[in-house]
């Protein structure tokens, strides 16, 4: 780390623009879904055809009506929404062996960020770990994971996780 935003605190090294994460994400996905997060929000309008939701769980929800529908859905959100999710995620795409991309901003991670997120910085990897799902992280992978999570999904109909780290676009 090696980077600091305009107050002087660290983050995460760029990997991609929003602009060519956003590209890459609609060449393999054609349907997204989500709860704005900070980290995605220069990414979040990019994208077309996208569904806000409300809350993450139903963002998942929508998700496996698009995927049944014959579309390849993408969903975004940060992690403490997996936490409010994992049941619609078991309970619907891991039930029915359905591919799922969740594309997850690793919040709390850093020392500055907010009080709220820190327990979630130390406990996503952690669920992560637990669970059946394939991680990737993109820190590590760059953009480069979106095409392989796009062929894992199609090969395995798994959920695939792409774990974003604050400061990995430029937010």
Known sequence: MNRVDAKGRA???QISSSREFAAALMKYFDWFSGVPDSVFKNVLPLLQPQQFAARENH???AAFGARIGGKNPCVLMQN?????SLDAILGLFELYRQGLLL???NRGELAWEEIQHQDWGRLTLPLLNATNFTVLDFQT???SAIAQAADIIATEQCIVVLLVHRGNLDE
């Open 11 to 13: 983050l995460f090294d």
């Open 59 to 61: 963002a998942v929800g």
């Open 80 to 84: 403490s929404g997996l936490g409010l």
């Open 103 to 105: 594309v997850v901003s």
């Open 141 to 143: 992978h760059g953009v």
